[in-house]
T-cell receptor, first 113, second 111 residues
Framework: DAGITQSPRHKVTETGTPVTLRCHQT?????MYWYRQDPGHGLRLIHY???????DKGEVSDGYSVSRSKTEDFLLTLESATSSQTSVYFC????????????FGPGTRLTVT | TQLLEQSPQFLSIQEGENLTVYCNSS?????LQWYRQEPGEGPVLLVT?????EVKKLKRLTFQFGDARKDSSLHITAAQPGDTGLYLC???????????FGGGTRLMVKP
C-alpha cells in the first residue's frame, strides 16, 4: 500500500468547465502516473511524472494537462471537459528498483454531462 | 509498440473449478506483473515475474513466465467467489518509464 489518495472520488461536471483531479502520495515515490479506464479500452496512460516539475505525455494526453510542484502531489487538469472524458481516472506511483511495479489509488469517477 | 493480449476476455465459472488465463505478446519483456482489480477499486499488484520460466505461487494462484519472456499465465486452483475480479497483466516498456497493460480478463466465480 503506497498511501495514495485521490480527490474527489466522484464528480459530475458540465461540458466546457475546467476540472482538476488530485493525487496525493505519502511514500516519496519518484514516478507518478495518471490513467483512464474505459470499458473495452482497459487502462490507458494519460500523463506521467518522473520528478518534481518533470512530466511527459502518455498515449491519450490530448485535452489533459498535469502539474507536479511537490513530490507528493500530482494534478490532472481537464481544461474544458468534454463528454468523451467521462471515465474512471486512476493515479499510480512507482518507487525505484527495476521491477517497475505500480501502486494505484482508489480512482475518481468523472461524469461530464 | 509492445502489446499485451489477454485471453479469455471473460470467464464465468463455478466455485471449486480450476482456470487458467493468459497474457501474450510478440515482444520480450524484462518482467511481467499481474494485478487484480475489484469493482470500484484500483488495481492491486499480485506478483511480478522476472526470470524466463519462473513460477511463483500465491496461495491458490500460480503464475508462470514463459521461457522466452514473451508470455505469462495465471492458474487458479479451486476458485472461490472472492477471486472474482478483473485480472490485468502489465510489462515495462524498453525505456522502463511506463507500463503496457493488457486488456484484462474479467473473472466471475459463482457460489
Amino acid at each position: 500500500d503506497a498511501g495514495i489518495t485521490q480527490s474527489p472520488r466522484h464528480k459530475v461536471t458540465e461540458t466546457g468547465t475546467p476540472v482538476t483531479l488530485r493525487c496525493h502520495q505519502t511514500e516519496n515515490h519518484r514516478y507518478m502516473y495518471w490513467y483512464r479506464q474505459d470499458p473495452g479500452h482497459g487502462l490507458r496512460l494519460i500523463h506521467y511524472s518522473y520528478g518534481v516539475k518533470d512530466t511527459d505525455k502518455g498515449e491519450v494526453s490530448d485535452g489533459y494537462s498535469v502539474s507536479r510542484s511537490k513530490t507528493e502531489d500530482f494534478l490532472l487538469t481537464l481544461e474544458s471537459a468534454t463528454s468523451s472524458q467521462t471515465s474512471v481516472y486512476f493515479c499510480a506511483t512507482r518507487g525505484g528498483g527495476l521491477t517497475y511495479e505500480q501502486y494505484f489509488g482508489p480512482g475518481t469517477r468523472l461524469t461530464v454531462t | 509498440t509492445q502489446l499485451l493480449e489477454q485471453s479469455p476476455q471473460f470467464l464465468s465459472i463455478q466455485e471449486g473449478e480450476n482456470l487458467t488465463v493468459y497474457c501474450n505478446s510478440s515482444s520480450v519483456f524484462s518482467s511481467l506483473q499481474w494485478y487484480r482489480q475489484e469493482p470500484g477499486e484500483g488495481p492491486v499488484l499480485l506478483v511480478t515475474v522476472v526470470t524466463g520460466g519462473e513460477v511463483k505461487k500465491l496461495k491458490r494462484l500460480t503464475f508462470q513466465f514463459g521461457d522466452a519472456r514473451k508470455d505469462s499465465s495465471l492458474h487458479i486452483t479451486a476458485a472461490q467467489p472472492g477471486d472474482t475480479g478483473l485480472y490485468l497483466c502489465a510489462g515495462p516498456n524498453n525505456a522502463g518509464n511506463m507500463l503496457t497493460f493488457g486488456g484484462g480478463t474479467r473473472l466471475m466465480v459463482k457460489p
